[in-house]
């Protein structure tokens, strides 16, 4: 069984800084991307970023470029998400999943990503 394990989040203020990390257990598994995801209340899962597992080329969505950067540990034990100048509108349970779509370049769907933790929630106060 593959667990994925979230971790990071918190309470900052707005304009602040938060790295998340996710940290992979269970069975080896290969993986053809990383990715970063963020759920409002009540809405749907959004693409924030996500690392082509092989070159650790990354690829991000509009809803936070330019203020996060996705990267990896030299021995691929952990993904982390830089994020900076945050504000409200980044209050959001942050997921970390794996697809294991090797077909598609830079997965940006959930349905495209099949193993899931449980998130780490973010709040930015204002």
């Known amino acids: 069984q593959v667990q994925l394990v979230e971790s990071g989040g918190g309470l900052v203020q707005a304009g602040g800084s938060l790295r998340l990390s996710c940290a992979a257990s269970?069975?080896?598994?290969?993986?053809?991307?990383m990715g970063w995801f963020r759920q409002h209340p009540g809405k749907q899962r959004e693409f924030v970023a996500t690392?082509?597992?092989?070159?650790?080329?990354?690829y991000y969505g509009d809803s936070a470029k330019g203020r996060v950067t996705i990267s990896r540990t030299n021995a691929k034990t952990t993904v982390y998400l830089q994020m900076h100048s945050l504000n409200p509108e980044d209050t959001a349970l942050y997921y970390c999943?794996?697809?294991?779509?090797?077909?598609?370049?830079?997965?940006?769907?959930?349905?495209?990503?099949?193993?899931w933790g449980r998130g780490t929630q973010v709040t930015v106060s204002s």
């Open positions: 269970g069975r080896t598994f290969s993986r053809s991307h």
């Open positions: 690392m082509r597992w092989s070159s650790s080329s990354t």
């Open positions: 999943p794996a697809s294991r779509y090797f077909g598609i370049n830079y997965p940006r769907a959930p349905s495209q990503y099949e193993y």
